[in-house]
């Protein structure tokens, strides 16, 4: 088994772009701010773009409100040697913003003012990843940072973010828009395609807004967008360059659990199957061994000892954490002779809540081992 360097990762100028991705609750979004504040702490320029913060976190990094737009970090009593960065994910004003970059200010008026666009459009599934893709993208055009860290957004399946793009502008492309605005079938089989198609709320939307005025709106604001953009394939397309560009690597986050390990399977599998760069696998959350007493000398103490409960107790429960230890071990080891190119890093789980920059401090330690 290799361990990640995640020192050399955060060090390295040629490192640009760093994507954490994995199942939903790993600790996806902890992960991605421990990194950018150990990067500033080291001397890097960096930003960090989360998605969906928890509120205690977000307060911890000076994020009251969706900016859409990086804030700097005030580290109190630590001058960091570089700087750090951060940011929510605003979705709907990074679709606004696009609209009006790439549509021209009285198009864009015409969109941005579209009930379907106003009521429908950020909730395709895909709309946020895709949101977040176009996010990290804006932010290496500025070349203000010369590293940003990226969070992804919760989602049941990992892949999911590798898919959303392309998921959305099949949503948003010519067929599409054919489909809407063929009358005879927009009422019966043309919306089912629809909702087939990636409209998570599409069925509440129609029972609170009139069917037939929607699908005029829907369809108006496809037949503008998709002239706009002149195929959004292709701005997908560009979004997954640069994810595969040689500066960004992709950490993947899981849980040292059965299922969340098998889910990084498939994950690491697609990863390298598009020539994605894998930095490696986070295990976050373990529950390593304090102490050097085995489980079977910990349970034949705990017979011993029955007058004292709280001792008793004690070694039964430690006893516990060495079977979990070693089933974690076990599964890791598992994924390891599978993958055995796949570098590892392992987090052991706090005591409580990661909320604030402390916290972040200790994970990022943790992470570079
Ligand atoms: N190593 C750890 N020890 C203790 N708590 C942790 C650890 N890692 C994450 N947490 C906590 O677990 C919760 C979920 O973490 P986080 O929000 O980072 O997951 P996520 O993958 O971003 O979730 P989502 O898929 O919902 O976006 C948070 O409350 C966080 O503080
Ligand atoms: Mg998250």
Redesign the pocket.
């Known amino acids: 088994m290799t361990t990640i360097d995640i020192d050399a990762l955060l060090d390295d100028p040629e490192s640009r772009v760093i994507v954490c991705c994995?199942?939903?609750?790993?600790?996806?979004?902890?992960?991605a701010a421990a990194l950018a504040l150990r990067a500033a702490e080291r001397g890097r320029q960096t930003v960090v773009l989360t998605?969906?913060?928890?509120r205690r976190?977000a307060q911890a990094l000076g994020l009251r409100e969706l900016g859409n737009h990086p804030k700097q970090v005030q580290v109190e009593g630590f001058e960091p040697k570089g700087e750090l960065w951060a940011m929510m994910l605003d979705m709907r004003r990074t679709f606004d913003d696009m609209v009006r970059v790439h549509a021209g200010p009285e198009r864009a008026e015409q969109l941005l003012q579209n009930p379907f666009y106003q009521t429908i459009s950020t909730s395709f599934s895909g709309t946020q990843e895709y949101m977040a893709m176009e996010k990290l993208g804006q932010l290496a055009a500025t070349g203000e940072w010369d590293l940003i860290i990226v969070?992804t957004?919760?989602?049941r399946s990992a892949l999911d973010f590798l898919d959303a793009p392309t998921r959305l502008s099949s949503a948003l492309d010519g067929r599409m828009i054919r489909l809407l605005t063929a009358p005879a079938k927009a009422g019966g089989w043309g919306l089912r395609k629809v909702v087939n198609a990636g409209f998570s709320m599409f069925a509440k939307a129609v029972s609170t807004i009139i069917g037939g005025q929607l699908l005029t709106d829907a369809s108006a604001f496809m037949q503008a967008f998709d002239s706009m953009f002149g195929g959004f394939r292709e701005r997908a397309r560009k979004t997954a360059e640069l994810l595969r560009s040689s500066g960004t690597s992709f950490l993947v986050?899981a849980a040292p659990e059965p299922d969340a390990l098998r889910e990084a399977s498939y994950f690491v599998e697609r990863l390298s199957a598009e020539s994605m760069p894998l930095a490696g696998l986070i295990a976050?959350?373990t529950h390593p061994v304090l102490a050097k007493l085995s489980g079977a000398e910990a349970l034949a103490a705990a017979e011993s000892v029955q007058s004292a409960p709280l001792a008793e107790a004690v070694l039964r429960l430690h006893a516990d954490r060495v079977d979990l230890a070693a089933r974690e071990e076990r599964l890791l080891a598992r994924f390891t002779r599978a993958h055995p190119e796949v570098a590892l890093a392992k987090?052991?789980?706090?005591a409580?809540?990661?909320?604030d920059l402390d916290g972040l401090r200790d994970?990022g330690v943790k992470l570079a081992g």
């Open positions: 994995g199942s939903g609750g790993v600790g996806k979004t902890t992960t998605i969906d913060p928890a976190l969070d957004p919760p989602s986050v976050n959350r987090v052991p789980a706090l409580g809540d990661v909320h994970i």
